[in-house]
């Protein structure tokens, strides 16, 4: 088991079909200990119901709006009653539903500061608050999509988050080799979750991939919980800043 002995914090767990619970179940089945995060009251009772899918409890549950400093700061209290963790995934991102069904030039300055904060900022954060409690040679993994290096129909805003996180990823790793900690970003193919269906026309998406990626198919959330656990691992010690495509291929495309 690659992660066995090792302790990772995941955040958020939204529900059975997200990109982070996917990560969640690989990283259990390879032996990591868990800290598992939830936005609010509102989801703690999907992720409670999704435990006993795990090989093994997770060591907490906690609450993390990531807008929130002080609650950036609880959630690395609670980790911390651990020792020092070897990681943790950031599997956060937010737009305004106007966002991604309007054009991109309609979109407003309190809708453009929301995406960017919860969706690029929050992995900022995360570094500063949990820095104190990580390894040395820790991993921080962050979730990306092509949608921050060409332009997708649609994404809008959310493609412009996602550059910022990119950026955000290389310039961490820089802040942060100095004490071996790696930081690496996964840029997944169209997974059919529900958060991603919420951009105005995910399912034309979904097929388009299909026919144009070389490997003629859409990935699936475990073949990206794979690469996090890659990533999670002693197998990956000398990659960091890097932005590993995830996508059956498509983004190697020219026509």
Request: net charge negative.
């Amino acid at each position: 088991m690659l992660l066995k002995g090792k302790k990772f914090a995941i955040f958020n767990i939204a529900n059975k079909r997200s990109i982070a619970w996917a990560i969640a179940k690989e990283m259990d089945a390879h032996g990591a200990e868990l800290i598992l995060g939830y936005q609010s009251e509102r989801t703690k009772d999907t992720v409670v119901s999704l435990l006993e899918e795990l090989e093994k409890p997770p060591l907490a549950l906690v609450a993390c709006d990531v807008t929130s400093d002080e609650q950036l700061a609880a959630a690395r209290d609670v980790a911390g009653q651990f020792g020092k963790i070897d990681g943790f995934v950031h599997c956060l991102a937010y737009a305004p539903r106007e966002c991604l069904e309007e054009p991109f030039l309609q979109t407003s300055r309190e809708n453009f500061w929301t995406a960017l904060n919860i969706s690029a900022y929050s992995l900022v954060g995360m570094a500063q608050a949990f820095r104190p409690i990580l390894k040395n040679e820790a991993s921080i993994i962050a979730l990306s999509y092509f949608g921050a290096e060409k332009v997708m129909p649609n994404y809008n805003v959310m493609g412009v988050a996602k550059a910022a996180l990119e950026a955000s990823v290389r310039y961490l790793a820089y802040d942060l080799g100095v004490d071996q900690i790696r930081v690496n970003a996964i840029s997944a193919g169209p997974v059919n979750t529900l958060a991603a269906r919420g951009v105005s026309g995910f399912l034309g998406i979904l097929d388009l991939h299909e026919k144009r990626a070389p490997l003629r198919r859409n990935v699936e959330a475990c073949e990206v919980a794979d690469t996090a656990v890659f990533f999670a691992s002693k197998l990956s010690s000398g990659i960091t800043g890097e932005i590993m495509h995830v996508d059956t291929g498509y983004n190697i495309m020219g026509m």
